[in-house]
């Protein structure tokens, strides 16, 4: 007798128009490294984090999860005074991980895009930390207080950031 076999519910895999994947990444950048400049308390928002997930959920390919992360982080990087790589290397790692949880789970409920987006928050800081702290030598410190309120601020404009964008894409 055969082992009766499950069919796992497929998710739907989104795409975006040209405008939509390449508008809405360079319009986080551009917001983020201006914004702070005028407005310093939204600094705890990592917005080019928040589209790598978006963009990595809703693709669910994990090597175009991987591709965004990476040019994502690497133009962020050539924005700021550090290092080129540390971005990079962080969101790279998270686009992979959002890309390939977004084949296993269903990543349109609210509370899974509040859990997942705080903890790729973390999962990215970390990252962030390790590298920028262990290859470039840079003099940072961990505060789990902080990193935890700016990963539930993260998380919630995360919520509010991906209810607009779920207008801009296409079912395939």
Not at 36 to 53: C, M, S
Not at 100 to 119: A, C, E, Q, Y
Not at 120 to 142: D, N, T
């Amino acid at each position: 007798m055969a082992a009766p076999t499950f069919s796992r519910e497929r998710f739907e895999v989104y795409r975006f128009a040209v405008p939509v994947a390449v508008g809405v990444p360079l319009a986080a950048l551009l917001l983020q490294s201006f914004l702070p400049l005028h407005l310093p308390v939204v600094a705890i928002f990592d917005l080019p984090l928040l589209v790598t997930i978006y963009f990595g959920v809703g693709r669910r390919n994990p090597i175009s999860g991987l591709l965004t992360g990476c040019v994502i982080g690497l133009i962020q990087d050539s924005l700021t005074h550090q290092p080129i790589g540390l971005y990079g290397i962080a969101k790279t790692v998270v686009g992979y991980g959002a890309s390939s949880l977004g084949v296993k789970i269903d990543v349109d409920n609210p509370g899974s895009r509040l859990l997942m987006t705080f903890g790729f928050y973390l999962l990215h800081q970390l990252i962030y930390f390790a590298v920028a702290r262990g290859l470039a030598g840079e003099p940072l410190y961990w505060r789990w207080g902080h990193q935890a309120l700016a990963g539930v601020a993260n998380a919630l404009l995360g919520l509010v950031l991906y209810k607009l964008l779920d207008r801009l894409r296409q079912g395939t």
